[in-house]
């Protein structure tokens, strides 16, 4: 079994940065950043394996990065250059068999999932 604790969620204005942290507990290889704004689907922000290889939806390129303390066993979502579309309940995700590639930003990846933690930006 694995548990997720997601932390660092809070308002932040526009341009603005937040980290969140997710403090996991148990082996885990895949971990993963979903996000969920009302009213719309769930997506997938960043992902990264403890092989090294990482993952990013384009929506988010360039301003968020994703990183993974193994010591900690604690994943981080550094989170920059914040808008308006980036509000959402972000959910720490993991897995613990490694995924293409192709499919790390992908839910169905993910049997492991975090309570969530909100994050609002405004304008």
């Known amino acids: 079994q694995v548990q997720l604790v997601e932390s660092g969620g809070g308002s932040v204005q526009a341009g603005g940065s937040l980290r969140l942290s997710c403090a996991a507990s148990?082996?885990?290889?895949?971990l993963g950043w979903f996000r969920q704004a009302p009213g719309k689907e769930r997506e997938g922000v960043a992902a990264?394996?403890?092989?090294?290889?990482?993952a990013y939806a384009d929506s988010v390129k360039g301003r968020f990065t994703i990183s993974l303390d193994s010591a900690k066993n604690t994943l981080y979502l550094q989170m920059n250059s914040l808008n308006a579309e980036d509000t959402a309940m972000y959910y720490c995700?993991?897995?613990?068999?490694?995924?293409?590639?192709?499919?790390?930003?992908?839910?169905?990846?993910?049997?492991?999932w975090g309570q969530g933690t909100q994050v609002t930006v405004s304008s």
């Open positions: 990264i394996t403890t092989g090294g290889g990482s």
């Open positions: 148990g082996y885990t290889y895949t």
């Open positions: 995700a993991a897995a613990q068999l490694p995924a293409r590639w192709s499919l790390l930003l992908q839910a169905q990846v993910y049997k492991y």
